[in-house]
DNA sequence: TTGAAAGCGCTACCAT
DNA sequence: ATGGTAGCGCTTTCAA
């Protein structure tokens, strides 16, 4: 096994010292110009690498971030991150990305490998199961950088999301004006914030109209495809099924679509549905879903740079909204 | 800016020596119980992290490997690289993902960062202008392990596909048998090897049943969402228009639909599209579209297994095939 | 202009 | 059972 070249050994080759490489090859003043080229020469040919760990070691700096996703393979989240990636690189940062598998022992895990690694800043969604917080402030306390960004959390830590709340009763009520009276939410665990706010969004859309909250259409089970499914045919069952579903995570959307077709009812003739956030598979589905579309690419751009503020010194915790807008398509009922 | 407990630090207040801390926090043999005890405690106390530059330097291990992909945005490579952080975590390494926006440049980059990060490992997936791979033989030289997956090449390393030959003429045979005879061929730029084994098979395939190749049928400018449809455009406007399309990347027989929808023509109806492996758009798009399916799980397996045997020394290159089939859909003519 | 040496955090070896 | 020390690759300070 070969080893790679150090500057002790190109130092070693040209009988010199390794004082004088290493100036040379950080093109500092001080060396003269014949011995410089030698050593550049040398080091071109023997395609030297300077080691990135005795540097790190030197300054106790990483250049390097963490990325910790619910799921990478999530379209949204997978935009989200190749977005951070290429700020990052454009600012010199390395990214190591982690998943947490959407479970709170996945989420600590990824925290304390980061954390052990010494990255210089942490970029985190949370899992569905997270409610206790201890990895995150301690993240805090050792100074780490840290920001939340779509699943967030009422905590003292930065972070970006969209206005839930709001945009989960501007749902509701789009629904309600086409026409829907027993509607249904459809959401993941109440743990997350998020969840609980677009569930608040949706009771405050009934109430303005006068609408009763039934507890048997608030589904809050789990947030994969498979939860969506036996959800919607719970719903369906029932003495009186829902003229409408709001979908408030994900592929729930789709698992939805997905069953109230296999019982051979039409989307949205007999039954609209309204999705959260889930671009390219909301425009392919059929019909195309009506869903509430943010931007990863935005929310890569504004968490990178809270980080990099957070990173430069700037230690005030902040909570930045991302935009995001209600997108009709055909799954919903129009006013009619 | 605190800093991080360190080893030293640990004996200094302790009031003994560094290497007795280093033992006792490996669970060495050779330190008294209660000094054990004793040291043990405030290193949890206080927190203490080993210094993992440190061991690296020391070593001159990183426990981390590298990988590449074209798109991290795309559906199946997003699985894939979920899959092998999955599985490369479970090793007890970790995974930098880089995104090389399927550009040479860009590839060479991340390569190249890759490569003076001093990863034990690169897996990668060549962006569609790779022709020049000397940015790979390099990392061979320094005996860096590497296997290329899904888009790979003729050269001398380990790599895992699917047999893009044989598919892409199963694929063709498949439109011939619907009743297709002016089929067109869309695909990438013809750099990829795998754009021309595909291309292969497609030749192949009209030959076995007679059927002349038309130049005119075969589009190789891109693979990207917008040249998918401007291509089909393209090819609806010839005097003869192809009567089926065998999309052979990603997104492009998404687009080709949508293309030819567009010009109020139906799937299949008026023309048979057959697509590759973009599993979940592929399975929302209406119609559903027939097409070449492969597992971005086994590949990450498959990939990370063959990886895992070069860094523990087993030198010999191999050519892995993953699985895959045809997945008859609905946008494509059965046989008459 | 060049060289010598210390030190970043850790482990391994040898001495006590 | 514990201490002392060299060395991994690099930068930096001071000396020649």
């Not at 040209?14 to 040398?42: C, D, H, M, P, Y």
């Not at 963490?66 to 190749?82: E, L, Q, R, T, W």
């Not at 598998?101 to 970029?123: F, P, Q, R, T, W």
Request: aromatic fraction near 6%.
């Amino acid at each position: 096994m070969k080893k790679r070249i150090s500057q002790r050994d190109i130092a070693k080759i040209l009988g010199i010292n390794v004082s004088t490489v290493s100036r040379a090859l950080r093109g500092q003043s001080g060396v003269s110009a014949a011995l410089r080229e030698k050593i550049e020469r040398l080091a071109q040919e023997q395609c030297y690498r300077p080691n990135p760990f005795a540097i790190s070691l030197r300054f106790d700096t990483t250049r390097t971030i963490g990325i910790v996703v619910p799921d990478v393979s999530f379209s949204p989240y997978a935009h989200f991150v190749k977005r951070v990636e290429a700020e990052a690189r454009k600012a010199g940062l390395l990214c190591i990305i982690m998943d947490s598998d959407d479970s709170y022992a996945g989420e600590v895990e990824c925290v304390e490998l980061l954390e052990s690694m010494h990255v210089e800043g942490v970029i985190l969604s949370l899992s569905q199961e997270t409610t206790d917080f201890t990895h995150l402030e301690r993240l805090k306390r050792n100074h780490i950088p840290l920001v939340l960004f779509d699943r967030t959390a009422d905590i003292d830590i930065s972070s970006v999301a969209i206005n839930d709340e709001q945009l989960a009763r501007q749902a509701t009520l789009h629904l309600i004006d086409g026409g829907a009276r027993r509607i249904a939410f459809l959401g993941g665990p109440n743990l997350l914030k998020q969840t609980t706010d677009r569930k608040h969004g949706y009771i405050e859309a009934l109430h303005e109209r006068g609408i009763p909250v039934r507890k048997e259409l608030v589904k809050c089970s789990s947030l994969n495809f498979n939860s969506g499914l036996s959800d919607t045919l719970e719903l369906l069952s029932l003495p009186e099924p829902p003229d409408a579903i709001v979908a408030v995570h994900g592929l729930l959307a789709v698992s939805s679509i997905q069953a109230v077709v296999s019982k051979g009812l039409r989307v949205p003739e007999d039954l609209s549905i309204i999705g959260f956030m889930s671009d390219w598979v909301s425009e392919m589905a059929t019909p195309r879903i009506t869903f509430v579309r943010h931007s990863p690419k935005e929310f890569g751009t504004k968490v990178f740079k809270l980080l990099q503020d957070q990173m430069n010194g700037h230690d005030e915790v902040c909570h930045v909204t991302a935009g995001a807008r209600l997108e009709v398509r055909e799954s919903t009922r129009k006013v009619p």
